[in-house]
């Protein structure tokens, strides 16, 4: 939900609001600092049953919910605008997951009641770490096989995130540059670094705005602590978006959300105790500064033992991370 020109503070509701990657609808809303979204019924439920629950930090990494609203026999979304008041905002949408496919959780990691005879149905609450590991090694090979690492992106079963679209402003040529989701699907391990300290470069001075990367750096690490720890929701491609003033003369400023929750699930009971266990992913990301080959960049593989339960959120947003804070060394 990023505008991609300088005029974020129109107040037209009948403007289109144009944003980097995605299909749905946007719309300015009559009052400043907020859009209409097509509404989806997932996702409608979503914003409604986390705000019943003020504390849930969650809140503080999504865009504000301000209700749900017909116009012309349709229902809308009211969100907070996350590029009001910028002037020249820089967005990147960046999808989160070793997968965009939604993978049934159940199957992979059955309830003990499914895999054990009625009788034994009073020990379900009982169910241990241990036997979902052993149901969930017995179909490993078909959930690995079938769907959850097949994607039109390169990087998304390699790092757990991919750039489906991006808009920098260039301030050697005074204007906006695109970046579009077809272009997203070519980039590799190592392309898909350039690009993204491309977003956070000064062309005029051929340096990273180091201001700006400390701020994006520091609020990432809020992703990363919420998904070690998530016990309500699973996601499935929902984007995490990059947003900073591209104007240096204007106040320095970033911010970063989850948005898109048209797949936003809760965690089937048996296993929300399990869910920060059951993130962990093997492969990660390694940038060794002792080494000039390429090849140091990219991820180091090795066998991943098991489907992680919030579809590679947490490996994806470490990846982005350790990414982006490399441009610090």
């Known amino acids: 939900m990023g505008n991609d020109s300088n005029s ?21 809303y009559d009052e400043g600092g ?5 509404s989806t019924p997932t996702e ?49 949408d960046i999808k989160l997951g070793l997968t965009h496919h939604d993978v049934n959780l159940d199957t992979i990691y059955p309830s003990q009641s499914s895999t054990t005879d009625n009788n034994d149905n009073d020990n379900d609450n009982n ?26 992106y390169i990087t998304t079963p390699k790092l757990g995130f991919c750039i489906c679209g991006s808009q920098k402003y260039n301030l050697k040529k005074q204007e906006f540059e695109k970046f579009q989701k077809e272009q997203g699907r070519t980039l590799t391990e190592c392309t898909v670094i350039d690009k993204i300290k491309q ?12 201001d700006i990367v400390h701020l994006i750096v520091k609020r990432l690490e809020l992703f990363k602590d919420y998904f070690e720890n998530n016990p309500d929701f699973r996601f499935r491609s929902t984007s995490i978006l990059l947003i900073y003033e591209g104007d240096i003369g204007s106040e320095i400023k970033c911010d970063i959300r ?21 993130s962990n992913y093997n492969n990660s990301y390694s940038n060794s500064n ?6 140091s960049k990219t991820i180091q593989k090795e066998d991943d033992p098991l489907f992680p339960i919030d579809g590679g959120f947490l490996f994806g947003i470490s990846n982005l991370l350790k990414i982006i804070s490399s441009f610090l060394e």
């Not at 509701?13 to 944003?19: E, G």
């Not at 907020?34 to 097509?38: D, I, N, Q, R, S």
Request: glycine letters at 2%.
């Open 258 to 278: 989850l948005i898109d929750f048209a797949h936003a699930k809760p965690f089937p009971n048996h296993l929300k105790q399990f869910s920060s266990r059951l």
């Open 199 to 210: 977003f956070f470069s000064n062309e005029q001075s051929n340096q990273i705005r180091d």
């Open 127 to 152: 169910q241990s770490y241990e036997q979902l590991i052993k149901n969930a090694k017995s179909l490993q090979k078909k959930a690995n096989s079938d769907s959850w690492l097949v994607s039109k």
């Open 34 to 38: 907020k859009v209409l979204k097509t």
């Open 44 to 92: 409608r439920d979503f914003y409604i049953s986390l705000n019943k629950t003020l504390d849930n930090p969650l809140l503080q990494l999504i865009p504000k919910f301000y209700g749900v609203e017909t116009r012309d026999n349709k229902e809308f979304l009211i969100l907070q605008d996350l590029t009001y008041g910028y002037s020249k905002p820089c967005i990147a």
């Open 290 to 295: 002792n080494s000039s080959n390429e090849e």
């Open 8 to 28: 974020t503070n129109s107040n037209s509701s009948s403007s289109k609001f144009n944003v980097v990657a995605g299909s749905t609808t946007f719309m300015k």
